[in-house]
Structure formats: C-alpha cells, structure tokens
C-alpha cells in the first residue's frame, strides 16, 4: 500500500462570536486541510497555525504543505516515522504542519484497520468533559456568556485574560457569584501577567476555588512558573511554554508546574503529544489536552488523544463550536458538557 495521492486545502472559517486573549483578537480561523490517499482510503489531517503559539502563519504552511508533501507521493503511509522525520527535516518548526502530516496518517491506519484511532491508542474513556471559553469582553457580555454556556450545559468554563488584573478578579467574581460553588472555573492570562500581577492574582482568588491558573508569565522565563508554582494553592499549568519534548522534561524535571496542557497543533501532531504526556505521567504532571481554533476535524484529533490516556485529566476542546461553515462540523459530538468521537473508523470524518 503506498500513497496515490494528496491534496491541500485552504480553510477560512468566520467566527459567530469573536473574541480577544491578552496579546490579539479573533474574528476567523485560517486553517488548512490535508488528505493523504492510500490503497482507497483517504486519510485527513487539519493545521491551524497561530504565530503567537505554533510561531506559523497561515500562508507559510499552505505554501510549505504544497511544495513538500508531493515528494510523499509512492511512499508507504504506514512507515510514519520515516515521512516525519523527512517532513520535519524539510519543515523545520513548523509544528502545525506537522500535525496536520501525523494526524492524516493516524486517520489512515485507523480506516485501514477498521478501528477508531482513540481505541488504537490506547482507548482509556469514551468521553470527556471539556471547558468552554470565554474571552476578554465587559462584565456584562462576560455573564451574559456565562449563563449562555449553562444553558447549553457545560460544567466548566474557561475565563481569559491578562490584560488587567483588577478587571480580571473582578469578572473572576462575578462568574463565581452567578455560577454558584459547584461550577468549575478556568482562568488563563496567556502569558499576559508580569511576576507581581501574577502573584495579587493568586492571593486575590483563594476564595473563588479557581480549578487552574494557565499560563500566568511569559515563555521567556520559565522559572517564573516555578515560582508561580511554589507560591499558589490554585495549580499552575503551562501551555506556550511547552513547544517541544524537550520543554515538557525542562519543566517536570525542574518542578517548574503542576499541569501541563498539550496541544496537538502546538507539539506537531498526535505521535509527539503521545511522548510529551510521557514525561508528564513519569513526573506525576496531569495533563489538559487543549486547542487552536480549529476545525472539528483538528478537535478530533485532540479528542482521540484525550480519549487513550489515563492522566489526561482535563480537556479544552471548545475552539470548533464558534466556527461558521465547518465542512468537518460532525468529528466530534457534543452532549451535556462531554465531547464524544464521531462513530466511524479513524478521526470518524468520512471527509470532503
């Protein structure tokens, strides 16, 4: 069995809801999708590059995807080790790509072998509970969001910011009030929060039983989290600071956190996510598996991994649901708070 063929397809999906985190604003998703062909099956893989996270723009891995996987052409898809360590060689850091590569090729195996890929990976749990996201925005839209995201029957939300602390504990507050003690709260500054700011935003939200704190300082010094993490109660995850496996054994090794998000599109596909949840195990470090704003194909990929491995304990699978015009919308299926896969061999997206 080799590969017939692959094609590369430019996606720009508008957002019904745009939304600002600490260093920009969203109003669409420019994603790419990738078929690989084989022996008839037709594997698909989805990049969502983010230059503040995957350090990818989007016309850099269109341009990359049609120039370097023809050269893939008449290879064997399941020999996956070799076309990505030639696909990273040729696409040096271009994580995101090399995602879109691997996940294409999980989701080959698992139509070849009849078998959905979380299964092939380990099939740990049939579901999990994800947060939704709310953005930067006024009090009022912050609220008016949150009782939105209950009604839709989510458990736990997800609050950006890091531009302000004062607003930030303040809209921290009143989501607390309106939820009621039982809801789970997220917060995330993306890096937005110097060392003092961090630090009167942990000892201004003991009281509000926040679940995690992400990312709370810049990439630049990682030992910032070290010391966010020696002086919070709340757990301290780390999410662009993990690029790499090498990132990932840094932080555990030094007792830099507490957890550890991984994202698919950030580490380079689901092979690398596998290795990088690794060493998070080996320390003791649970792990979020999170998310780009993606296709519901990218957020399967995501899901399957979520799916295979006991010490994921947290999903942030949310970044399809404010998608227009989705080809890929039924990857995943959202019920009361939990994503399911789509039933159906591989990724469970039959395509385009």
Same mark, same amino acid.
């Given at each position: =069995?080799?590969?017939?063929?692959?094609? +590369?397809? /430019?996606?720009? %999906?508008?957002?019904?809801?745009?939304?600002?985190?600490?260093?920009?604003?969203?109003?669409?998703?420019?994603?790419?999708?990738?078929?690989?062909?084989?022996?008839?099956?037709?594997?698909?893989?989805?990049?969502?590059?983010?230059?503040? !996270?995957?350090?990818?723009?989007?016309?850099?891995?269109?341009?990359?995807?049609?120039?370097?996987?023809?050269? *893939?052409?008449?290879?064997?898809?399941?020999?996956?080790? +070799?076309?990505?360590?030639? #696909?990273?060689?040729?696409?040096?850091?271009?994580?995101?790509?090399?995602?879109? !590569?691997? =996940?294409?090729?999980?989701?080959?195996?698992?139509?070849?072998?009849?078998?959905?890929?979380?299964?092939?990976?380990?099939?740990?749990?049939?579901?999990?509970?994800? &947060?939704?996201?709310?953005?930067?925005?006024? %009090?009022?839209?912050?609220?008016?969001?949150?009782?939105?995201?209950?009604?839709?029957?989510?458990?736990? +939300?997800?609050?950006?910011?890091?531009?302000? !602390?004062?607003?930030?504990?303040?809209? %921290?507050?009143?989501?607390?009030?309106?939820?009621?003690?039982?809801?789970?709260?997220?917060?995330?500054?993306?890096?937005?929060? @110097?060392?003092?700011?961090?630090?009167?935003?942990?000892?201004?939200?003991?009281? #509000?039983?926040?679940?995690? *704190?992400?990312?709370?300082? &810049?990439?630049?010094?990682?030992? %910032?989290?070290?010391?966010?993490?020696?002086? @919070?109660?709340?757990?301290? =995850?780390?999410?662009? &600071?993990?690029?790499? #496996?090498?990132?990932?054994?840094?932080?555990?090794?030094?007792?830099?956190?507490?957890?550890?998000?991984?994202?698919? =599109? /950030? +580490?380079?596909?689901?092979?690398?996510?596998?290795?990088?949840?690794?060493?998070?195990? &080996?320390?003791?470090?649970?792990?979020?598996?999170?998310?780009?704003?993606?296709?519901?194909?990218?957020?399967?990929?995501?899901?399957?991994?979520?799916?295979?491995? /006991?010490?994921?304990?947290?999903?942030?699978?949310?970044?399809?649901?404010?998608?227009?015009?989705?080809?890929?919308?039924?990857? !995943?299926?959202?019920?009361?708070?939990?994503?399911?896969?789509?039933?159906?061999?591989?990724?469970?997206?039959?395509? #385009?």
């Amino acid at each position: =069995m080799i590969i017939d063929s692959i094609e +590369v397809i /430019k996606l720009e %999906l508008p957002m019904k809801y745009p939304y600002e985190v600490a260093y920009q604003s969203f109003d669409k998703a420019e994603n790419v999708l990738i078929r690989i062909s084989a022996g008839g099956f037709n594997g698909w893989g989805c990049a969502a590059p983010d230059p503040h !996270v995957t350090g990818e723009y989007p016309a850099d891995v269109l341009e990359k995807a049609r120039s370097i996987l023809p050269s *893939f052409i008449g290879k064997d898809p399941f020999r996956k080790a +070799v076309i990505m360590s030639h #696909l990273k060689k040729e696409a040096a850091g271009a994580f995101s790509l090399w995602a879109a !590569v691997d =996940m294409a090729l999980w989701d080959l195996l698992g139509k070849k072998a009849d078998l959905p890929v979380w299964k092939i990976l380990g099939g740990y749990r049939e579901r999990i509970r994800t &947060s939704a996201t709310i953005g930067i925005c006024s %009090l009022e839209d912050t609220i008016k969001s949150l009782k939105e995201l209950q009604q839709a029957g989510f458990f736990i +939300v997800k609050l950006k910011g890091g531009q302000n !602390v004062h607003e930030d504990l303040e809209r %921290l507050k009143a989501v607390r009030m309106t939820s009621g003690d039982h809801f789970r709260i997220r917060f995330d500054a993306n890096q937005g929060y @110097s060392s003092a700011e961090a630090i009167y935003f942990i000892e201004n939200s003991l009281d #509000l039983n926040i679940e995690l *704190f992400e990312q709370p300082n &810049s990439v630049a010094n990682p030992e %910032l989290l070290g010391v966010m993490t020696r002086k @919070s109660i709340t757990p301290i =995850m780390a999410d662009e &600071s993990i690029l790499s #496996l090498l990132d990932a054994f840094h932080l555990v090794k030094k007792g830099l956190i507490d957890l550890m998000n991984i994202k698919i =599109m /950030k +580490v380079g596909g689901i092979t690398e996510a596998i290795q990088v949840d690794a060493v998070a195990r &080996s320390a003791g470090v649970e792990v979020m598996v999170g998310c780009m704003d993606e296709s519901a194909l990218g957020i399967a990929a995501g899901l399957h991994f979520a799916l295979s491995r /006991k010490n994921i304990r947290y999903a942030d699978l949310d970044g399809h649901f404010g998608l227009k015009d989705d080809p890929a919308a039924g990857a !995943v299926v959202y019920k009361k708070g939990y994503l399911y896969p789509a039933k159906g061999p591989g990724l469970g997206w039959a395509g #385009l």
